[in-house]
């Protein structure tokens, strides 16, 4: 037996497309026509974080990856997947990574609880509190070591992004790519860009560059 909740979303379909095809009878076919989206958004699943209306976006224009807690995990094949197609096929140009405040998987981090076999995703975040334990000790108010919590963590995916072969190759053969970070205020629909930028290999540690051939 279907719930009301479940019909409505049929019903709420083909809303969405009577009112795309009066505005422009086109649309469906020109993007049956393909995808060339200038930008692949690495968000959080949070359902309140929806990344085409954030900034904008129209259908086409956004590549998305999303995982709890935007998290950019060198060995998740899904992430590098994604990553792979939008940077060597989709030839995007830019890359963000989004944060949000609030963010339960930050949450989870920040305490002991278990949470059975998400705990082995949390563990990434956890070592993201010990890379930054010292700024992050000295911060008084709960709410707001959440909040740089927050911050730290986005800012540690972009690094994560730059470290890895797909992004160095891309820069090594000249491509025009360009990492970001951002934290989205669900309270407020602002979203706080945290001023870490890539665009090229000389910007990262000696440490992490790759001889890519």
């Known amino acids: 037996m279907k719930s009301d909740f479940y019909k409505s979303l049929i019903e709420n379909n083909k809303e969405w497309v009577r009112s795309k095809l009066d505005s422009d009878p086109e649309f469906f ?12 958004w690495i968000g959080c699943s949070d359902s309140r974080v929806p990344a085409n209306e954030i900034i904008g976006g129209k259908p086409g224009e956004v590549f998305v990856h999303r995982n709890i807690a935007n998290m950019v995990v060198h060995s998740d094949m899904n992430m ?3 990553l792979d197609y939008a940077v060597n096929v989709l030839r995007i140009k830019h890359i963000i990574v989004c944060g949000h405040y609030g963010c339960g998987g ?3 981090a920040l305490g ?4 059975g076999l998400a705990d082995n995703w949390i563990r990434h975040i956890r070592d993201v509190y010990r890379q930054h334990q010292v700024a992050l000790g000295v911060i008084k108010k709960d709410a707001d070591l ?6 730290f963590n986005t800012m540690e995916q972009v690094y994560n992004l730059a470290k890895t072969s797909i992004v160095q190759n891309a820069w090594e053969r000249s491509q025009d790519l360009s990492l970001h970070g951002w934290v989205y ?4 629909g602002i ?3 945290l001023n870490v930028n890539f665009s090229c ?13």
């Open 191 to 193: 979203v706080k860009d």
């Open 80 to 82: 590098l997947s994604v």
């Open 185 to 188: 205020g669900v309270g407020t």
């Open 146 to 151: 959440f909040d740089r919590f927050v911050e």
């Open 106 to 108: 930050v949450k989870a």
């Open 29 to 40: 076919k020109k993007l049956e026509k393909g995808q060339q989206p200038p930008l692949l």
């Open 201 to 213: 290999n000389s910007q990262l540690e000696q440490f992490y560059r790759l001889e890519v051939v």
């Open 112 to 115: 002991g609880k278990s949470y």
